[in-house]
């Protein structure tokens, strides 16, 4: 197992720097790239869905990128603690159908004493918008 600095106890110089990491690993859109963040144990619920392990967080953002098209994500710091952060984002995406929607959230997340994510736990919610409603025009 690898180490992902920075470790807790977080400060918030070192929470943000960990929100910071998180969205560009995700607004990378690699599955095998944002795995690198998670103990191999790590449990997740997304939404409606609850699954452990590296193996079924890369399965999982696989087919979210497959069905999100033009995603792009903002993280904001929200508290910490510890070996806890949670932080609030945003996303927007369209589907296959070229609708557009902007996605709210709050995440949990739990560390493990070498940095990495022992625990994500996230709630979800999608508002359509159009095209000329989109916050992160050419971020994607």
């Keep these: 197992m690898h180490?992902?600095?920075?470790?807790?106890?977080?400060?918030?110089?070192?929470?943000?720097?960990k929100v910071q990491a998180a969205e560009d690993a995700w607004n990378s859109k690699d599955p095998e790239r944002v795995s690198?963040?998670?103990?191999?144990d790590?449990?997740?619920?997304?939404?409606?869905?609850?699954?452990s392990g590296t193996k079924s967080i890369k399965a999982f953002?696989?087919?979210?990128w497959q069905q999100?098209?033009?995603y792009y994500l903002k993280k904001t710091l929200w508290c910490f603690a510890d070996n806890r952060i949670a932080v609030c984002?945003?996303?927007?995406?369209?589907?296959?159908?070229?609708?557009?929607?902007?996605s709210y959230g709050n995440e949990n997340w739990e560390f493990a004493e070498n940095g990495l994510m022992k625990s994500r736990q996230?709630?979800?919610?999608?508002?359509?918008?159009?095209?000329?409603?989109?916050?992160?025009?050419?971020?994607?």
């Design 3 to 17: 180490n992902k600095p920075p470790f807790p106890p977080f400060t918030l110089e070192t929470a943000l720097l």
């Design 68 to 70: 999100e098209n033009g």
């Design 89 to 102: 984002f945003e996303y927007e995406w369209h589907d296959l159908f070229g609708q557009w929607y902007r």
């Design 61 to 64: 953002l696989a087919r979210k």
């Design 122 to 140: 996230a709630s979800i919610n999608d508002v359509p918008i159009k095209n000329s409603e989109r916050k992160f025009v050419g971020d994607e």
């Design 36 to 40: 690198l963040a998670y103990t191999q």
């Design 42 to 51: 790590c449990i997740w619920r997304n939404r409606d869905e609850m699954f």
